[in-house]
């Protein structure tokens, strides 16, 4: 059930890290279900089917670092002419992530939004996933009030009703003002460190029922027990527990039912244009050779409200087709 997608440009050999990959199908692999057979012509060819020559993005444990990467059907999706490889590729994982979250563990509907008012809390509304969860929680109709800092103009753009801004030092008051009389029942908290949860979870009241803080990383903190922390991840849809250093991500059978209807939703939300907007992109120079330059960015928190994107191609030695 795998693709072979060559990401954007391509060249000699290559890496085997990174998750978010945008490129050219080359090749279909064995056991794909959504090939399109060379019989068919595109006229009445389904638009969900994958052949050499499509225009994709996808999302995967590993592999997007290389000329060539092998990404499973599941997670790889059409993308349109009017998005540029460059900006495809910020959309894979963080928006899968942000979805897992909205709609897998908060339990909002796909196809149909919310019909009474209500609000969500995105703590890191301007983060990669932390606007994608802004953009799906728009889309469901929630009204969202984003914390954000720096980024708190993108946080803007991606649909925030409110950005209140943590560097002010009255995050939580300005929160509550915000909510007045409404009874927070969830949040999403896409930074998950340096006690954003706790912070979060003292919005919420005891006496309310469901409640639920989506986290994005396991928690480093005691938390309030009245609340539910649901992790998302993208690793709960392939069919297979997957571990990163002492953590587990279960197989989650139901997530990887819902990727089947969500990857051609996004299809089709991209095709529609202005549903999602893609994350904004900085080419960082150097193709591969500029990773060590984009972990210093941001280790020194250079990076704000952008996603670093590496041409492939670039790299030294790496001779583009
Ligand atoms: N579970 C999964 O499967 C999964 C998938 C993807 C990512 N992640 C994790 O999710 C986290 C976010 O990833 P990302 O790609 O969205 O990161 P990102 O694009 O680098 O965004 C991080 C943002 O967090 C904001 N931030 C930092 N401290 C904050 C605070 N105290 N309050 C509010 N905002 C704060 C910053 O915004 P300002 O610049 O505005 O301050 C920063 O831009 C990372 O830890 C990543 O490893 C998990």
């Given at each position: 059930m795998f693709l072979t997608v060559v990401p954007a440009h391509f060249g000699g050999p290559g890496l085997v890290q990174g998750s978010d990959v945008s490129g050219v199908v080359v090749k279909i692999g064995?056991?794909?279900?959504?090939?399109?057979?060379?019989?068919?012509?595109?006229?009445?060819?389904?638009?969900?089917?994958?052949?050499?020559?499509?225009?994709?993005?996808?999302?995967?444990?590993?592999?997007?670092?290389a000329e060539y990467a092998s990404y499973p059907e599941l997670s790889t999706f059409h993308i349109p002419g009017t998005l540029t490889f460059e900006e495809a590729c910020t959309i894979p994982l963080g928006l899968t992530t942000a979805a897992m979250g909205i709609y897998r563990r908060l339990g909002y509907s796909l196809d149909t939004p919310i019909s009474e008012p209500k609000s969500i809390v995105v703590w890191g509304a301007s983060g990669s996933v932390?606007?994608?969860?802004?953009?799906?929680?728009?889309?469901?109709?929630?009204r969202v009030i984003g914390v954000a800092g720096a980024g708190a103009p993108v946080a803007k753009i991606s649909g925030c009703d409110v950005v209140v801004d943590y560097r002010q030092g009255q995050t939580l008051a300005q929160i509550k003002q915000v909510l007045g009389d409404e009874q927070l029942q969830h949040g999403f908290d896409a930074v998950s460190e340096n006690h954003t949860t706790s912070q979060l979870a003292s919005l919420i009241s005891p006496s309310t029922k469901d409640a639920k803080v989506v986290m994005v990383l396991h928690p480093h903190e005691p938390l309030p027990t009245h609340i539910q922390y649901p992790q998302t991840s993208v690793f709960s849809i392939y069919g297979e527990e997957v571990r990163h250093g002492p953590n587990v991500v279960p197989a989650m059978p139901e997530d990887t039912e819902f990727a089947k209807r969500f990857f051609p939703a996004l299809e089709g939300w991209l095709r529609e244009g202005g549903k999602i907007i893609p994350n904004k992109i900085t080419i960082v120079e150097g193709g591969l050779e500029g990773v060590p330059e984009g972990f210093r960015r941001m280790r020194e928190k250079e990076v704000s409200g952008e996603k670093l994107v590496f041409r492939i191609a670039e790299t030294p030695g790496v001779e583009a087709h």
């Amino acid at each position: 059930m795998f693709l072979t997608v060559v990401p954007a440009h391509f060249g000699g050999p290559g890496l085997v890290q990174g998750s978010d990959v945008s490129g050219v199908v080359v090749k279909i692999g064995e056991g794909v279900t959504r090939a399109r057979p060379a019989r068919v012509s595109r006229l009445f060819a389904n638009r969900l089917q994958f052949k050499p020559g499509d225009r994709v993005a996808g999302t995967f444990r590993s592999g997007a670092f290389a000329e060539y990467a092998s990404y499973p059907e599941l997670s790889t999706f059409h993308i349109p002419g009017t998005l540029t490889f460059e900006e495809a590729c910020t959309i894979p994982l963080g928006l899968t992530t942000a979805a897992m979250g909205i709609y897998r563990r908060l339990g909002y509907s796909l196809d149909t939004p919310i019909s009474e008012p209500k609000s969500i809390v995105v703590w890191g509304a301007s983060g990669s996933v932390g606007q994608y969860a802004v953009q799906l929680a728009k889309l469901v109709g929630l009204r969202v009030i984003g914390v954000a800092g720096a980024g708190a103009p993108v946080a803007k753009i991606s649909g925030c009703d409110v950005v209140v801004d943590y560097r002010q030092g009255q995050t939580l008051a300005q929160i509550k003002q915000v909510l007045g009389d409404e009874q927070l029942q969830h949040g999403f908290d896409a930074v998950s460190e340096n006690h954003t949860t706790s912070q979060l979870a003292s919005l919420i009241s005891p006496s309310t029922k469901d409640a639920k803080v989506v986290m994005v990383l396991h928690p480093h903190e005691p938390l309030p027990t009245h609340i539910q922390y649901p992790q998302t991840s993208v690793f709960s849809i392939y069919g297979e527990e997957v571990r990163h250093g002492p953590n587990v991500v279960p197989a989650m059978p139901e997530d990887t039912e819902f990727a089947k209807r969500f990857f051609p939703a996004l299809e089709g939300w991209l095709r529609e244009g202005g549903k999602i907007i893609p994350n904004k992109i900085t080419i960082v120079e150097g193709g591969l050779e500029g990773v060590p330059e984009g972990f210093r960015r941001m280790r020194e928190k250079e990076v704000s409200g952008e996603k670093l994107v590496f041409r492939i191609a670039e790299t030294p030695g790496v001779e583009a087709h």
